[in-house]
């Protein structure tokens, strides 16, 4: 059985994710850390040893997360990683939410969800499967694959065919937390207005960049998480060309990311930007360049750095920001 776990953790708190890693080692060795609020735990090993339950085992770790950190955490625990998050993620904090392993419970608790809930289905591949009738997981579990190959690819249709009967092959693989910084920002509303998701985004990289220079740190990677108004979200990343903490390149890969969701009329209700693949600062290589305009905005960075530093994050901010 494996047991995901997410815990109430906000952009400053983060940090605590590898120690609620080194909590549930304690239980069972093949812990997970997904950053940057949730750990996949197999525990098929630990229930021979402990001779406890899977549901037994997840109250012994939400009591110690909460007893050593002050954690609140949502546990889902299944047969597989699929059925575990989405079962975590319809927990309310402080309960277990069990999916049994046979056929008639995964198909219970599958089916009357619609496509959206399934992990990596985003507002574009449920557009198309909707417009046939598949609007629900139990639809899209009675679609015949080679339809759903058509519908979208080869490759695609398959990952649906297997997700809507709760198919997941994916191991658990231990691992140490990766170190990342996340930062979010929650609209009053639900938000259809791409402009102004576009200012929450270059106020994430503006917060993400200062943080990481602060620190001498540069980051490999993003990642982009978009919340919708029914709670379903979307996740994207990608890797930069090189290493860095540079304003400018973090708001062109973010901009880039937030492009190729192409939300049209979504309801988003939050946007979070993660930096992945955190390293020094001073063993990343720098591309030399010729342009003059790169090394201006890399100088006036600096100077902002040095005003933000005495007179607070709020002294020097971009002109779309502070209209």
Not at 212 to 237: F, I, P
Not at 254 to 259: G, P, T
């Amino acid at each position: 059985m494996i047991l995901c776990i997410r815990f109430r953790l906000g952009a400053e708190r983060e940090a605590l994710l590898p120690e609620l890693a080194r909590l549930a080692e304690d239980v069972s060795p093949v812990v997970q850390a997904v950053p940057p609020d949730t750990l996949l735990v197999d525990v098929r090993g630990a229930l021979r040893y402990f001779g406890q339950d899977a549901e037994r085992l997840a109250s012994v770790l939400r009591v110690r997360a909460l007893a050593h950190t002050g954690t609140a955490c949502a546990i889902g625990v299944a047969a597989n990683p699929l059925l575990a998050r989405m079962a975590a993620r319809q927990a309310e904090s402080g309960t277990t939410l069990l999916v049994p392993d046979t056929p008639e419970a995964v198909a219970g608790f599958l089916h009357p969800r619609p496509v959206v809930a399934l992990p990596g289905v985003g507002p574009g591949t449920a557009r198309t499967l909707c417009a046939y009738g598949l609007d629900t997981v139990g639809r899209l579990a009675a679609a015949p694959l080679g339809t759903l190959q058509r519908l979208t690819t080869a490759r695609t249709g398959r990952e649906l065919y297997e997700k809507a009967r709760g198919i997941d092959r994916t191991p658990v693989v231990r691992n140490a937390a990766a170190q990342s910084l996340a930062a979010e920002r929650v609209f009053g509303r639900d938000e259809l207005d791409r402009g102004t998701q576009r200012r929450a985004l270059l106020s994430l990289t503006t917060e993400l960049g200062l943080r990481m220079r602060g620190t001498d740190q540069v980051t490999r990677g993003l990642a982009l998480t978009v919340r919708y108004a029914d709670r379903s979200t979307t996740t994207r990343s990608r890797t930069l060309p090189e290493p860095t903490a540079h304003t400018a390149a973090l708001t062109s890969a973010a901009y880039a990311l937030h492009d190729a969701l192409a939300l049209q009329r979504a309801r988003v209700r939050a946007v979070a930007l993660r930096a992945e693949g955190l390293a020094p600062a001073g063993r990343a290589a720098h591309q030399l360049t010729f342009d003059p305009t790169d090394d201006k905005l890399r100088r006036l960075e600096a100077a902002a750095d040095r005003a933000r530093a005495r007179f607070g994050p709020g002294a020097v901010l971009p002109g779309t920001l502070a209209a």
